[in-house]
T-cell receptor, first 117, second 113 residues
Framework: GAGVSQSPRYKVAKRGQDVALRCDPI?????LFWYQQALGQGPEFLTY????????KSGLPSDRFFAERPEGSVSTLKIQRTQQEDSAVYLC???????????????FGPGTRLTVT | AQSVSQHNHHVILSEAASLELGCNYS??????LFWYVQYPGQHLQLLLK????DPLVKGIKGFEAEFIKSKFSFNLRKPSVQWSDTAEYFC???????????WGAGTKLIIKP
């Protein structure tokens, strides 16, 4: 596809359930980012991949959050034992920076709205 | 800690009014600056960006922003808004050669027809 896609678009989970959120970046994009956006706030950085390497996971709020990108394309954000405070929109973005230290525009997916009841 | 402040959470204007949305950041070094827009039901998309050079940056749909280093500001402007500009606008910053976007809380803009 032409853009970043995410699935599911909406997810309702009961407290304590595990969830997996998928991101398909733009083909060939080296960098992939996950953000969390709570209601009424701007996005907050969760984690960053360059190809399959997770270079920064400093924004993951707890050890219940885990992200992977095993083949350097599709990424999955997993949340174990979901809590109500995990309710948010989870955004994925990709960018094509191929040069070390260079930065290119981040293209965003539509997000997954997670509601934990 | 680095942060981005957007002064207004909600702005309501009539069509043809002029727009200025404030954005200030707290970081003393080199920054890359961005405005993103999210139209109702759509993805976040880049409106304009500043890396270096002319501090007055022009973006899509008639928007522009001015980087004033001494004021740590990057305000977004449009001389005459349209109903279709109704959206949420986010200011974001990348400090130095980092990659993390640091975001403001967003401003919801409503244009009355």
């Amino acid at each position: 596809g032409a853009g970043v896609s995410q699935s599911p678009r909406y997810k309702v989970a009961k407290r304590g359930q595990d969830v997996a959120l998928r991101c398909d970046p733009i083909s060939g994009h080296v960098s992939l980012f996950w953000y969390q956006q709570a209601l009424g706030q701007g996005p907050e950085f969760l984690t960053y991949f360059q190809n399959e390497a997770q270079l920064d996971k400093s924004g993951l709020p707890s050890d219940r959050f885990f992200a992977e990108r095993p083949e350097g394309s599709v990424s999955t954000l997993k949340i174990q034992r979901t809590q109500q405070e995990d309710s948010a929109v989870y955004l994925c973005a990709s960018s094509s920076n191929r040069n070390r230290g260079a930065w290119n525009e981040q293209y965003f997916g539509p997000g997954t709205r997670l509601t934990v009841t | 800690a680095q942060s981005v402040s957007q002064h207004n959470h909600h702005v309501i204007l009539s069509e043809a009014a002029s727009l200025e949305l404030g954005c200030n950041y707290s970081y003393g070094g080199t920054v890359n600056l961005f405005w993103y827009v999210q139209y109702p039901g759509q993805h976040l998309q880049l409106l304009l960006k500043y890396f270096s050079g002319d501090p007055l940056v022009k973006g899509i749909k008639g928007f522009e922003a001015e980087f004033i280093k001494s004021k740590f500001s990057f305000n977004l402007r449009k001389p005459s808004v349209q109903w279709s500009d109704t959206a949420e606008y986010f200011c974001a910053v990348i400090p130095d050669s980092n990659y993390q976007l640091i975001w403001g809380a967003g401003t919801k803009l409503i244009i009355k027809p």
